[in-house]
């Protein structure tokens, strides 16, 4: 498996910025074409200089996210929009409070919607997608399960956004900010790996020693619902922006 193409920056904020320069790239692209651009998101602490290089070419570059359509991969379930630990409050405070963008752009898993719609939801976030044109770039962390969005172990190759119960180290992971594990909501709603998988480009990024056996098993290891992130071994249009300590264990 030779398809996951790599790069390998000095640190993470030297590869958040490239990251964040190639999106910004395909937004003015788009735009000058008078198409809209539309990107998946992420949340996490990986994503967070590339929002705020994305801010910065806002304020001092005249970057305009006015054609810019998002989707965000997840949020927890049940959650509130308020509630500072939601992915939309974070996504809020990162990114969309300090650009241009139209409020009914942005699209963000609902972690209000009650049990029994969750299913409808789902397919409608799905519709949204596809109506919008399909994903021409998606932002994605990782997580030491190999989950991406939260596609955790078990996840199928096709699977489309639904709602999924967290791996137990998942939760471990969110603990501190939860301010203890007891805290940390047990179920979530995410796209699924197929959702993901029609993106027309990816990039995954992942920083610190913390991702270094993780990013091994998933570009060095056969591909298995195990990590869910090896089925990014069939994607044609993959990048892994790592740093020197994501990278330290491959080959
Ligand atoms: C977040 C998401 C997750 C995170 C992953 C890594 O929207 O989908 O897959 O990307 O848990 O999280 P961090 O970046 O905090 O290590």
């Not at 949020?75 to 996504?91: D, L, R």
């Not at 999924?164 to 805290?183: Q, S, W, Y």
């Amino acid at each position: 498996f030779e398809k996951i193409h790599n790069v390998i920056f000095e640190d993470a904020k030297q590869g958040a910025i490239q990251v964040a320069h190639e999106m910004a790239d395909l937004i003015r692209k788009k735009s000058n074409q008078g198409k809209t651009c539309v990107l998946g998101l992420a949340t996490g602490s990986s994503p967070i200089r590339v929002y705020e290089e994305l801010v910065r070419l806002h304020r001092e570059e005249g970057l305009s996210f006015k054609h810019v359509v998002t989707f965000n991969l997840d949020e927890y379930h049940p959650m509130e929009k308020s509630n500072i630990q939601s992915y939309h409050y974070f996504m809020h405070q990162h990114l969309f409070d300090h650009v241009d963008i139209d409020p009914s752009n942005v699209h963000i898993p609902d972690g209000t919607i009650a049990s029994e719609d969750v299913k409808a939801y789902c397919r409608s976030y799905e519709q949204s997608i596809e109506a919008a044109g399909g994903l021409d770039f998606q932002l994605l962390g990782i997580g030491r399960t190999g989950h991406i969005g939260f596609n955790e172990p078990g996840s199928h190759f096709n699977s489309a956004t639904r709602d999924i119960t967290l791996d137990h180290i998942t939760r471990v992971d969110a603990a501190p900010a939860f301010k203890g594990l007891e805290n940390v909501p047990r179920k979530a709603i995410t796209m699924g790996i197929g959702t993901i998988r029609k993106a027309k480009r990816i990039v995954l990024m992942a920083w610190g020693q913390n991702k270094a056996e993780v990013i091994k098993g998933t570009i060095e290891g056969a591909m298995s619902p195990e990590v869910p992130a090896t089925y990014l071994q069939e994607h044609e249009n993959t990048t892994f922006v790592l740093d020197r300590e994501s990278a330290a264990h491959l080959t």
